[in-house]
């Protein structure tokens, strides 16, 4: 999936169906001087149980950002992260 027509300096992340839990949270694409580069992001908790995100930005790998996650499934999720 791409996002041709990201304003600069924006990004565009989607749950990411895990395969294995150190796969990343969300997924997504952002536009840094006009190039599309591909985003991942984890949801961690620290020492003090407080949620923060942790995340990386890639060159884009085509086809590697995948949608259709139900809000069902996002529930799902959040309950298993207890959130």
Do not use: C, Y
Request: hydrophobic share 35%.
């Amino acid at each position: 999936m791409a996002f041709e027509n990201l304003k600069e300096g924006s990004f565009v992340a989607f749950r990411n169906v895990k395969q294995k839990d150190t796969h990343p949270d969300f997924r997504g694409e952002i536009n840094i001087n006009g190039e599309i580069k591909e985003i991942v992001i984890w949801l961690k908790i620290d020492r003090n149980e407080d949620q923060f995100l942790s995340g990386s930005i890639n060159p884009r790998k085509v086809g590697t950002i995948k949608s259709g996650i139900s809000t069902r499934d996002l529930s799902e999720i959040d309950e298993a992260k207890g959130i």
